[in-house]
């Protein structure tokens, strides 16, 4: 019986392990086979990847996931869009449509795979014009191959050797490219045996899927541990298996990826390097289409072997690089050209390629490229406004680079019209060619008649009137520079600060309707008005008389006061005596009207008239520091003027807070002696005041470093202003005078030189002796004369303070005046962009809308990060009555009807033949530094630059600006006034009219672009 059991309980164990050794048998040949066809693991990812999808939603996505910061994730923007949409949200843009993740691929993502999509090859900025046509494209990388057959079989040959030689095998359609099982097995043995013999160098197991997530989306392209090694290989798979279980299309694309984007380092002059036909240019200067045909092509048919020969070595070098690309390509060419030998034996004797092809490889050198790749010209001109909205764009995205801007998966659809665009700047061009701007008319008596026509920079901006919007459309200029003319730059536009100063005068006259119209006649007469300011006696008289008290007829009555053309008045103004010329010297006799003088831009009518303008700020407000000083026995004036000086003092250092707050040293003493005519006596108040505590020779060396060219004071004068001008021996108002600056902004600039960051508290703490030693010490001299001549220069520079607040709501740009009448010609500068929108304001009847030159940005197009925001103007606001917008269109129409800029009149026509209305205003600028001596004669002058501009609006709802502007001292050169740029705004006209009459009766589409 014990013989009996033990005997089948032998039998049984021998059948148990006959039983296992057959089921280990059978799940070997199982797992041989799945690792042969990967027929279960097809079924599984692909099971996954079809319930990895995503779809578009209206508004902002409850569940987009975006990917982690990554090389490439990094360049197309996805990994930074979070913060791109977050800055996008404070300026204004909405989002439209986002991508909704299903719970498969948010799963997917949230367990810390790489999100399964058909990634893109190529990615780049696109901007698109109105019309959505393509203004502006950019692809990295450049030069790929489009299609899998595109590829030379030797490289492809070659590829697989190296890296993954079983991907392409047609016998099992279904095998997975993520993993190539023998390989891993080889590298995974071999590592093993390394950890304990110390060796660190060991062969790679992944395949050309697997590297491509690695270098994708792997943190700076790298993988640093065992998990995302597992990471990129799931991800790997099932980004295969997306289309189904077949992968034989799937394994090709993946060829295709890998050699279009595996990446090569960095070259100078190019950036970084992704992709062989990229790679072929900037490490070996190599034309991509001629390297395609060559490898082609059998080399005994054309006899190029050679020639295939260095183009094979040359591509083999950089398939072979990418593993340890910026190692190669940082070293000598030595290294790199010996382990690409070493390659080209291997594959000639596996028969990858041929002996002779391999033969002649070996004999040629690679010859890497060791200059910086040579820049493509471009025609800064002709991407002027691409540029701009580039230069835009990266300030909305927070001061990007334009060089990662290119990178991103980003289209943006600009407000711009591209064929307006390119017509505009094609003509700008052409007019550098004399024989062109004669034709163009531009060779006339005060245009070109004198100077070189291509030296002349000409810049044209030009917005469209919308509902909620200014639509920018035409943005350019001739200057093969990025420079913006019409942004970046600060210049002495003329007589276009006439324009600026009216629209100043007629606000001023709507204030006081306001104030003053509801009165009647006896209470008019009454009333108590300074005698200096006329403006206001002559409103309270105008309305006492009036029948026709509206706004609109007292803005025309204004219109009609008359001025004294005469050049012989000096005026005390800006801290001295100053004369001013006309233009036209048949005007000095004439008294005109407001609108006249306009028309005709007559300086000294706008002299007067800001000087009307200045005195009704200095001497409007009850209780101000005019009136408090007129009377010299006030007896309230003692008691008042503590209080009042202080109050005062406060109400100015705060306005200059305004001003230098958050500016450096450097930048606040730019900004202080930028409205200030540097003279040695001016120089020394302002650096004994700014830094008491430098040497003689520090003094000195400031001083004579802002001097202009010429000037050299002696250095007894220099000692002797150094110790008059010495803090403890001059007062801070007797330096503020001699400076030319405001003592209180003065003593401000020299405080936060030394407590950059303080706080408006401990700045007014600090200046409470200050505030009161100023107005004190002006208020206790003796001498009234001298006393009333500072407080007036003081007072003048208060209400030109008021002058600019009220410019700066016009959209003025800078952050303060020149304290003059000069102001009114143009003396305080000015910005062409800025000027298009004040003009912009009066077409929109007074309100301030913002201009729009973005419409709608789309990110990351067909991705599962894909984003559409569009552009929701920011809030109009009213700045100038409509009364006062009409009056002033109509003031500026007379200047081309009649005026200065009658040469346009025409220029403008219908299909019908009606004459299209054009207003404007035009200005020349012409900068000098001038230097004077003794008794105010004039020691040298100095040109600068040269401009003519012309403001306009077409049919008042077309808007911009036409400047013509020479640099430097090449100005001299010229003598072209105003006139030029009107006149090339009429051969103009031609250009604009398809813009023009598109808009006309299409609201819903102003210039016919698509909204």
């Given at each position: 019986?014990?013989?009996?059991?033990?005997?089948?309980?032998?039998?049984?164990?021998?059948?148990?392990?006959?039983?296992?050794?057959?089921?280990?048998?059978?799940?070997?040949?199982?797992?041989?086979?799945?690792?042969?066809?990967?027929?279960?693991?097809?079924?599984?990812?692909?099971?996954?990847?079809?319930?990895?999808?995503?779809?578009?939603?209206?508004?902002?996505?409850?569940?987009?996931?975006?990917?982690?910061?990554?090389?490439?994730?990094?360049?197309?923007?996805?990994?930074?869009?979070?913060?791109?949409?977050?800055?996008?949200?404070?300026?204004?843009?909405?989002?439209?449509?986002?991508?909704?993740?299903?719970?498969?691929?948010?799963?997917?993502?949230?367990?810390?795979?790489?999100?399964?999509?058909?990634?893109?090859?190529?990615?780049?900025?696109?901007?698109?014009?109105?019309?959505?046509?393509?203004?502006?494209?950019?692809?990295?990388?450049?030069?790929?191959?489009?299609?899998?057959?595109?590829?030379?079989?030797?490289?492809?040959?070659?590829?697989?050797?190296?890296?993954?030689?079983?991907?392409?095998?047609?016998?099992?359609?279904?095998?997975?490219?993520?993993?190539?099982?023998?390989?891993?097995?080889?590298?995974?043995?071999?590592?093993?045996?390394?950890?304990?013999?110390?060796?660190?160098?060991?062969?790679?197991?992944?395949?050309?899927?697997?590297?491509?997530?690695?270098?994708?989306?792997?943190?700076?392209?790298?993988?640093?541990?065992?998990?995302?090694?597992?990471?990129?290989?799931?991800?790997?798979?099932?980004?295969?298996?997306?289309?189904?279980?077949?992968?034989?299309?799937?394994?090709?694309?993946?060829?295709?990826?890998?050699?279009?984007?595996?990446?090569?380092?960095?070259?100078?002059?190019?950036?970084?390097?992704?992709?062989?036909?990229?790679?072929?240019?900037?490490?070996?200067?190599?034309?991509?289409?001629?390297?395609?045909?060559?490898?082609?092509?059998?080399?005994?048919?054309?006899?190029?072997?050679?020639?295939?020969?260095?183009?094979?070595?040359?591509?083999?070098?950089?398939?072979?690089?990418?593993?340890?690309?910026?190692?190669?390509?940082?070293?000598?060419?030595?290294?790199?050209?010996?382990?690409?030998?070493?390659?080209?034996?291997?594959?000639?004797?596996?028969?990858?390629?041929?002996?002779?092809?391999?033969?002649?490889?070996?004999?040629?050198?690679?010859?890497?490229?060791?200059?910086?790749?040579?820049l493509t010209a471009v025609s800064f001109v002709s991407q002027k406004a691409a540029n701009a909205v580039r230069t835009h764009l990266a300030g909305l995205f927070g001061g990007s680079r334009l060089y990662d801007l290119d990178r991103l998966d980003l289209t943006v659809a600009s407000t711009l019209d591209a064929p307006a665009q390119t017509a505009v700047t094609t003509l700008l061009r052409e007019l550098r060619d004399p024989a062109s701007a004669k034709a163009a008319g531009l060779n006339a008596r005060q245009l070109l008649e004198r100077g070189d026509p291509s030296k002349v920079v000409y810049s044209f901006t030009l917005y469209e009137r919308g509902a909620d919007t200014n639509y920018l459309r035409v943005q350019t200029d001739n200057f093969d520079q990025p420079l913006n003319i019409n942004e970046g730059t600060k210049l002495d536009l003329g007589s276009t600060a006439k324009l600026r100063t009216l629209v100043t005068y007629l606000d001023i006259m709507d204030k006081l309707h306001q104030r003053l119209s509801t009165l009647d006649a006896a209470q008019l007469r009454a009333l108590e008005i300074d005698r200096k300011d006329v403006l206001t006696r002559w409103a309270a008289d105008y309305l006492a008389k009036a029948e026709d008290k509206s706004l609109s007829a007292m803005l025309d009555a204004a219109l009609e006061r008359r001025y004294s053309a005469s050049p012989g008045e000096g005026f005390m103004t800006g801290g001295g005596l100053h004369h001013f010329d006309n233009f036209t010297h048949d005007d000095d006799s004439r008294v005109m009207s407001v609108r006249d003088g306009l028309r005709n831009s007559v300086n000294l009518v706008f002299i007067r008239l800001m000087r009307d303008i200045v005195h009704h700020y200095m001497f409007l407000t009850p209780g101000s520091s005019a009136k408090l000083l007129q009377d010299a026995d006030d007896p309230r004036r003692a008691d008042y003027l503590a209080r009042f000086a202080d109050r005062e003092g406060q109400v100015f250092m705060r306005r200059f807070l305004v001003k230098y707050q958050g500016k450096t040293a450097e930048e606040a003493q730019e900004l202080l002696l930028g409205n200030v005519r540097p003279t040695t006596t001016r120089l020394a108040a302002i650096f004994r005041t700014l830094m008491p505590q430098a040497s003689l020779a520090e003094f000195s060396a400031l001083v004579k470093d802002n001097l202009p060219d010429g000037i050299d004071p002696a250095e007894p004068k220099l000692a002797r202003l150094y110790e008059q001008d010495a803090p403890e021996t001059m007062s801070l108002a007797d330096r503020g005078y001699l400076a030319g600056v405001h003592p209180l902004e003065l003593w401000l600039v020299g405080y936060l030189r030394n407590h950059p960051g303080a706080s408006q508290t401990q700045v007014m703490q600090a200046s409470v002796a200050e505030r009161q030693a100023v107005y004190a010490w002006l208020f206790s001299t003796h001498r009234k004369q001298a006393q009333d001549k500072r407080i007036l220069g003081l007072l003048e520079g208060e209400g030109f303070l008021e002058i600019h607040r009220q410019w700066?709501?016009?959209?003025?740009?800078?952050?303060?005046?020149?304290?003059?009448?000069?102001?009114?010609?143009?003396?305080?500068?000015?910005?062409?962009?800025?000027?298009?929108?004040?003009?912009?304001?009066?077409?929109?009847?007074?309100?301030?809308?913002?201009?729009?030159?973005?419409?709608?940005?789309?990110?990351?197009?067909?991705?599962?990060?894909?984003?559409?925001?569009?552009?929701?103007?920011?809030?109009?606001?009213?700045v100038l009555a409509p009364e006062v917008a009409q009056a002033m269109r109509g003031a500026i129409r007379r200047v081309v009807d009649e005026g200065t800029a009658k040469r346009v009149k025409q220029a403008f026509v219908r299909p019908d033949g009606s004459i299209i209305p054009v207003g404007g205003k035009t200005g020349t600028g012409d900068q000098r530094f001038d230097t004077y001596g003794a008794g105010g004669r004039l020691v040298s002058s100095r040109v600068v630059n040269r401009s003519a501009t012309f403001v306009f609006n077409i049919d008042e709802r077309f808007f911009g600006t036409l400047i013509a502007y020479v640099p430097g001292g090449q100005a001299a050169n010229y003598d072209f006034t105003s006139g030029l740029p009107v006149q090339l705004l009429k051969v103009l006209a031609p250009k604009l009219m398809p813009l023009i009459n598109g808009a006309a009766g299409d609201a819903a589409a102003p210039g016919g672009c698509v909204l």
């Open positions: 019986m014990w013989k009996k059991l033990v005997s089948w309980l032998f039998w049984l164990r021998f059948k148990l392990a006959v039983a296992g050794l057959v089921l280990l048998v059978v799940a070997g040949l199982v797992i041989v086979q799945e690792m042969r066809s990967s027929a279960y693991q097809a079924r599984f990812f692909a099971d996954l990847a079809s319930k990895a999808t995503y779809t578009m939603g209206a508004g902002p996505s409850p569940s987009i996931r975006f990917p982690q910061s990554a090389p490439y994730d990094d360049r197309l923007g996805y990994a930074q869009l979070p913060v791109f949409l977050a800055t996008l949200k404070t300026r204004d843009f909405e989002i439209d449509q986002q991508a909704r993740f299903s719970t498969g691929l948010a799963k997917i993502v949230d367990d810390g795979y790489f999100a399964p999509y058909l990634e893109k090859t190529q990615g780049g900025l696109r901007i698109l014009d109105c019309h959505n046509e393509s203004l502006f494209q950019e692809r990295y990388p450049k030069r790929v191959f489009e299609r899998f057959d595109d590829i030379a079989p030797m490289l492809v040959q070659s590829l697989l050797f190296i890296e993954n030689r079983e991907l392409l095998d047609a016998t099992h359609p279904q095998r997975n490219p993520a993993v190539e099982w023998d390989r891993l097995a080889n590298a995974v043995l071999i590592k093993g045996k390394n950890s304990l013999t110390g060796d660190s160098r060991s062969p790679g197991g992944s395949t050309l899927a697997t590297q491509i997530e690695k270098y994708r989306h792997s943190p700076e392209g790298r993988t640093s541990s065992i998990q995302e090694k597992l990471q990129q290989m799931v991800s790997a798979a099932l980004r295969a298996y997306q289309q189904g279980e077949d992968t034989s299309a799937v394994r090709r694309q993946i060829v295709l990826s890998y050699m279009n984007t595996m990446p090569l380092s960095a070259k100078a002059g190019f950036g970084e390097v992704h992709g062989l036909g990229d790679g072929l240019w900037a490490w070996y200067g190599r034309d991509f289409t001629q390297v395609n045909r060559i490898l082609q092509t059998p080399a005994a048919a054309v006899g190029e072997l050679d020639a295939q020969a260095l183009l094979y070595k040359q591509s083999l070098s950089l398939l072979i690089s990418q593993r340890r690309p910026s190692y190669y390509f940082d070293t000598k060419e030595a290294e790199l050209e010996q382990v690409t030998d070493s390659h080209l034996r291997l594959l000639g004797s596996a028969g990858v390629i041929t002996p002779a092809l391999r033969d002649a490889a070996l004999k040629a050198k690679l010859n890497r490229r060791t200059s910086k790749v040579p700066a709501q016009m959209g003025y740009p800078f952050d303060s005046l020149v304290p003059s009448y000069a102001t009114a010609l143009g003396a305080s500068a000015d910005r062409p962009a800025a000027l298009a929108e004040l003009m912009g304001i009066l077409v929109n009847d007074g309100v301030r809308k913002p201009n729009t030159r973005i419409q709608s940005l789309h990110f990351a197009d067909a991705t599962p990060y894909e984003t559409q925001l569009h552009y929701k103007a920011g809030k109009a606001e009213r």
